[in-house]
């Protein structure tokens, strides 16, 4: 630990490590001591806040803080001397800037690598494309169908053909009627042709020269 006499009070040398506070800094002041016992160094680093009236510090500086009377609860240090700066070179700091964009630029490179690609729009079910094509031919069926009033008549077409049983039925109907034509009436009795009535009239009547000849 450096202890440096400033005008009869102590002081302490750090790095201002944090600057956010108004008028007030956050002095880190490094110490290295030996245990008691392992005899082994240690190194102890321990954090004062100091009084900046003019918010000169900035992170990074090398500081001198020296014991003051108590400026609020936990502020017992002021700033005596800024002993060195942070602040880097415009050519340093144009250097670094640049580092850090090509690092930015990787990054994001590597991100949008490393980022899963877009999800693809699944092609619709077979069941969805099914239901879309009956919706507009319901829709025509609906449009073609004749009101509720009227009775359903099928086109000219249909009624110039008449239907196979129909006409099987027309043409047995005209055969029984041809035949109930033919057929004589029920009072006479069929007879034979005169041909047929000749040669049964011969059979029955013998001559009679044979009738004499047995007498």
């Known amino acids: 630990m450096t202890r440096i006499r400033y005008g009869g009070r102590k ?13 007030t800094v956050v002095v ?13 160094i240690m190194r102890r680093v321990k954090r004062y806040k100091a009084h900046d009236e003019e918010n000169a510090c900035q992170v990074g500086d090398k500081v001198l803080i020296v014991e003051t009377r108590p400026l609020s609860r936990d502020k017992r240090w002021r700033v005596a001397e800024i002993l060195a700066t942070a602040a880097l070179p415009e050519e340093e700091r144009a ?9 930015l630029r990787e990054l994001e490179e590597v991100m949008v690598a490393e980022a899963p690609p877009p999800e693809e729009e699944a092609p619709p ?22 009101p509720a009033g009227e009775a359903e008549q099928p086109p000219p077409e249909e009624e110039a053909l008449p239907a196979v049983e129909e006409v099987v039925a027309e043409e047995e109907v005209t055969a029984a009627a041809e035949e109930i034509e033919e057929a004589p009436p029920a009072g006479e009795a069929e007879q034979p ?14 001559p009679p020269e044979e009738e004499t000849q047995e007498s």
């Open 125 to 146: 079910a077979v069941e969805e494309v099914v239901a879309e094509e009956e919706v507009p031919a319901a829709a025509e069926e609906i449009e073609e169908a004749p």
């Open 28 to 40: 880190a002041v490094e110490a290295f001591k030996r245990h008691r016992l392992y005899k082994k």
């Open 11 to 23: 002081t302490r040398v750090g790095v201002v490590v944090r600057d956010k506070m108004a008028k």
């Open 193 to 206: 042709p005169p041909e047929e009535q000749q040669s049964q009239a011969g059979e029955g009547e013998q």
């Open 95 to 103: 250097v670094i800037e640049q580092e850090v964009a090509e690092e």
